[in-house]
C-alpha cells in the first residue's frame, strides 16, 4: 500500500461550503494527513470554512481576490516545494465532493506505481445518463478538438483531481495560464516534454447537475482553447499579410518588371513576409517558444518547404484523378495541411531543445 502520509493533498476553493469539511474528513479517513487549503479569494462569510479546516489540521493560504485556479494551483506548487522537501508528490482535488477518497487513493497508488514521472488524472465517464448534458458536450468536444489539432489523447481534459510526482512539479509551475486554461495548458506542456499522461477511472459525481462549478461557459472556454485560436489567427493575418504584400508589389512595387518577373517578384516578397510574420507570432504568442532562434527557424522553413510541396503536388495529383479544377481543390488540401502543420509545429519545430529540458532536469 502507498505511503499517503508522503503526500500532499491540495484543495484550490473559492467560496466553499460545508462540503469542503466533508472532503477534508474523508481523505483523512483515508490516511492522508497532509492537507493544504488554498483560499482563492472567498467572500467574508465563507472564510470560516477555512479556519474549521485549519482545526482539522489542514495549512492554509490565501489570496486577497480571486485570481484563479491556475494561480492557486500554482501557489500551492510554490508551497510544496518550499515547504515539503522531503514529500513525494502532491494530489490536487475539488473541494466539493465530487472526488471520492477511494478515487483519490487509487490515483495516487497508480501514480507510486510508475516507472517515469508521470501525470496521473482521475478521469469521469461522460456516457452516464446523470451526466448533466452541457458538462457531458463540454468536455467531449475539448477532448476531441485537443484530439485533433495536438494530438493529445485524454479523456477528461479539466478533470481536478490529477497526482503529481515531485520531479514535474517545478515544470508546472512555469505553465501559463492563470485561470481553467492552466489545467489544459499543463497537458499540452506534458505531451510537449515527453512526460505520460495516465489515466485512472473515476466514479463520476455530479452534484445538483453540477450548478456550483466557477467555470464561466464562454469567457473560460476561450481561455481553454487559447493556443488553438491564437493559431487560427496567426494563419488568418499571415494569409492577410501574403495577399495585401502580392497585390502591392504586383501593382506598384515591380509594376516594371515583365509579366512573369513581376508575377514571381510579388509573390516571393509576400510570402517571405508573412512566413516571417507566421513565424515570430506562432513561436512569440502562440507556442511561447524558448527554444533558440535558429534552430526553431531552421526547423520552420524545413517545415514551410515540406508543406508548399506537398501542397503543390497534392493538388496536381488528385486535379489528374478527380474531374475537379485545381483551384478547387487546392483550399481542401491546404485545409488539412493546416491542422497537420499545428501538430508538427507543436511536437517539433517549437518544442524545448534537448539541451534546455536536460538543464532544467538537472535543476529540479
Not at 133 to 157: A, E, H, I, Q
Not at 259 to 274: N, P, V, Y
Not at 317 to 340: M, N, Q, R
Request: net charge neutral; proline share 4%; aromatic share 10%.
Amino acid at each position: 500500500m502507498s505511503d499517503f502520509q508522503k503526500i500532499l493533498v491540495v484543495i484550490p476553493s473559492l467560496d466553499p461550503d460545508e462540503r469542503l469539511l466533508e472532503v477534508i474528513r474523508g481523505v483523512q479517513e483515508k490516511g492522508f494527513t497532509d492537507i493544504l487549503l488554498v483560499d482563492d479569494g472567498s467572500a467574508d462569510q465563507n472564510q470560516h470554512y477555512f479556519d474549521e479546516g485549519a482545526a482539522l489540521g489542514c495549512a492554509v493560504l490565501h489570496h486577497e481576490v480571486n485570481k484563479g485556479k491556475g494561480r492557486a494551483l500554482k501557489t500551492a506548487f510554490e508551497w510544496f516545494m518550499k515547504n515539503r522537501p522531503d514529500a513525494a508528490g502532491v494530489v490536487t482535488i475539488d473541494g466539493d465532493n465530487q472526488h471520492l477518497p477511494k478515487d483519490i487513493a487509487a490515483c495516487v497508488d497508480l501514480m507510486f506505481k510508475q516507472e517515469k514521472d508521470s501525470l496521473v488524472l482521475g478521469v469521469r465517464d461522460f456516457n452516464l445518463p446523470h451526466v448533466p448534458p452541457k458538462s457531458r458536450f463540454g468536455n467531449k468536444l475539448t477532448s476531441s478538438v485537443f484530439r485533433l489539432f495536438c494530438g493529445l489523447k485524454v479523456s477528461d481534459t479539466q478533470t481536478g483531481l490529477r497526482v503529481f510526482p515531485r520531479g514535474i512539479i517545478p515544470k508546472m509551475i512555469e505553465v501559463s495560464g492563470e485561470r481553467f486554461e492552466y489545467e489544459t495548458n499543463m497537458l499540452l506542456v506534458c505531451k510537449q516534454s515527453d512526460i505520460p499522461l495516465v489515466e485512472q477511472t473515476i466514479e463520476t459525481v455530479y452534484i445538483n447537475a453540477n450548478e456550483t462549478t466557477h467555470f464561466h461557459p464562454i469567457k473560460d472556454s476561450l481561455r481553454v482553447y487559447g493556443i488553438i485560436i491564437k493559431f487560427f489567427i496567426s494563419s488568418v493575418l499571415s494569409f492577410l499579410i501574403d495577399q495585401l504584400l502580392n497585390i502591392l508589389g504586383y501593382n506598384f512595387l515591380f509594376k516594371l518588371f515583365a509579366e512573369g518577373a513581376r508575377q514571381f517578384a510579388s509573390s516571393t516578397l509576400a510570402r517571405i513576409i508573412s512566413s516571417l510574420f507566421n513565424f515570430t507570432m506562432n513561436r512569440k504568442a502562440v507556442f511561447k517558444s524558448d527554444a533558440p532562434l535558429a534552430l526553431t527557424m531552421a526547423k520552420y522553413y524545413i517545415l514551410w518547404a515540406c508543406q508548399l510541396l506537398t501542397s503543390i503536388g497534392a493538388v496536381y495529383l488528385l486535379s489528374k484523378i478527380l474531374p475537379v479544377k485545381p483551384t478547387i481543390i487546392k483550399p481542401f488540401v491546404d485545409f488539412l495541411l493546416y491542422f497537420v502543420s499545428f501538430r508538427i509545429q507543436q511536437a517539433w519545430v517549437f518544442k524545448p531543445a534537448a539541451g534546455k529540458e536536460a538543464e532544467e532536469s538537472g535543476e529540479q
